[in-house]
C-alpha cells in the first residue's frame, strides 16, 4: 500500500498549487482521506480531511476558505487545491489515509497510510 503525493513547488504569495495524492496497493474509496503539513522547526499539523461517509470535508482554520480537498474516487487520487497562498503556508504536505471513518478527522494517530511528503514555498 503506497502513496504518493506529488505537486508541490515554489510560488508567490497569492499564488495557486495543486497538490495530488494518488493512492496503490488497494482502493481508497472507503477511506477517509487527509492532507497534514509540517514547516520548519513546527509540529505537523492538520490541514484538510475528506471523511468517506457522507462525503465531508473539513478544514483547519488557517486555510478555510484557500483551500478545497476533493477525491477521485475512479482514480485512486485525492487532492488539495490551494489559492491565494501565504508565506506561512511553507510547508511540507503529507497526504494520509484510514480505512476506518471517524470524526477525529484532525486527529494524525489515526491514520494509518502516509505519503512522503511534497515540499511546498511560498515566497512573499
Known amino acids: 500500500v503506497q502513496l504518493q503525493a506529488s505537486g508541490g513547488g515554489l510560488v508567490q504569495a497569492g499564488g495557486s498549487l495543486r497538490l495530488s495524492c494518488a493512492a496503490s496497493?488497494?482502493?481508497?474509496?472507503?477511506?477517509?482521506m487527509a492532507w497534514f503539513r509540517r514547516a520548519a522547526g513546527m509540529e505537523r499539523e492538520f490541514v484538510a480531511a475528506?471523511?468517506?461517509?457522507?462525503?465531508?470535508?473539513y478544514y483547519a482554520d488557517s486555510v478555510k476558505g484557500r483551500f478545497t480537498i476533493s477525491r477521485d474516487n475512479a482514480m485512486n487520487t485525492v487532492h488539495l487545491q490551494m489559492n491565494s497562498l501565504k508565506p506561512e503556508d511553507t510547508a511540507v504536505y503529507y497526504c494520509?489515509?484510514?480505512?476506518?471513518?471517524?470524526?477525529?478527522?484532525?486527529?494524525?494517530?489515526?491514520?494509518?497510510?502516509w505519503g512522503q511528503g511534497t515540499q511546498v514555498t511560498v515566497s512573499s
Open positions: 496497493g488497494r482502493t481508497f474509496s472507503n477511506h477517509d
Open positions: 494520509a489515509a484510514d480505512k476506518y471513518s471517524s470524526d477525529r478527522y484532525y486527529d494524525q494517530e489515526r491514520y494509518e497510510y
Open positions: 475528506f471523511r468517506y461517509i457522507g462525503s465531508r470535508t
